[in-house]
């Protein structure tokens, strides 16, 4: 189903803005309020937006299940990575500080709370994208 | 606000309903964000509402064009004159 080109035009205008702004509730969240989870959310908004004002299949062959797979494990990855080198300096898991005295760089906690969150983002999106696409699918082929 | 809230009760059918009630959000909402950019003095939280007004004003008409739109397709009746109100 095509929709008219107002609608078109307007969503291809202001994806690319939705997708800055979540980067930013991403990177804000070390700092004050946002995060990984509500980066995530607003990044797999602007795919529901592509999806409403273009079709399912278009943006299926933009970003399929292959990219999804690789995005919500390589979220995870990172996540889990970051919270295991922080066993190497004898801290708890994810405990930045520990890290932090161990390589002597200031402000180094700031940056793997931001690697951190980034990870979550991606998981996120890929997650809600893969479950609008289950919603939204009529049947047919499943690629 | 208050002109658009009037309209929404006192018009007749839904276009003309979602004409009073897209003009009041869009150019209301604007008014009240640039006053409140007045109030608060240039800072970022200015321009964060600045962009805020760019985003409203262009959204908000992009909303009720989809739903106007849509309605249309399923064929909701316009009121004519000498209609009952719906």
Not at chain 1, 8 to 24: C, D, G, K, N, W
Not at chain 1, 30 to 58: K, R, T
Not at chain 1, 62 to 72: A, D, G, L, T
Not at chain 2, 22 to 47: P, Q, R, S
């Amino acid at each position: 189903m095509k929709e008219n080109v107002v609608i078109r035009t307007i969503s291809r205008f202001l994806v690319p803005f939705i997708q800055v702004y979540a980067l930013y509730v991403i990177v804000h969240g070390a700092l004050g309020a946002g995060g990984g989870f509500q980066g995530g959310v607003v990044f797999a908004a602007s795919f529901i937006l592509m999806i409403i004002a273009f079709d399912l299949p278009y943006v299926r062959q933009r970003f399929n299940y292959k990219w999804i797979v690789i995005c919500s494990v390589l979220g995870v990855t990172i996540y889990a990575t970051i919270g295991l080198l922080c066993l190497i300096p004898s801290g708890n898991y994810l405990e930045y500080g520990a890290i932090e005295a161990a390589l002597g760089i200031p402000h180094l906690h700031g940056y793997l709370i931001d690697a951190v969150e980034v990870g979550i983002g991606i998981t996120v999106m890929a997650a809600m994208t893969s479950i609008i696409y289950d919603i939204s699918n009529k049947g047919g082929e499943s690629s | 606000m208050v002109v658009g809230a009037i309209g929404l009760i006192r018009f007749p059918d839904f276009y003309s309903r979602v004409h009073a009630t897209g003009k009041c959000d869009t150019l209301g909402e604007g008014m009240m964000l640039i006053g409140f950019i007045l109030y608060e003095g240039m800072n970022l939280i200015a321009v964060k509402l600045l962009l805020l007004v760019v985003f409203i004003f262009i959204t908000s008409p992009t909303a009720v064009h989809a739903i106007l739109n849509v309605a249309y397709t399923c064929k909701v009746e316009p009121w004519k004159k000498g209609d009952e109100r719906r």
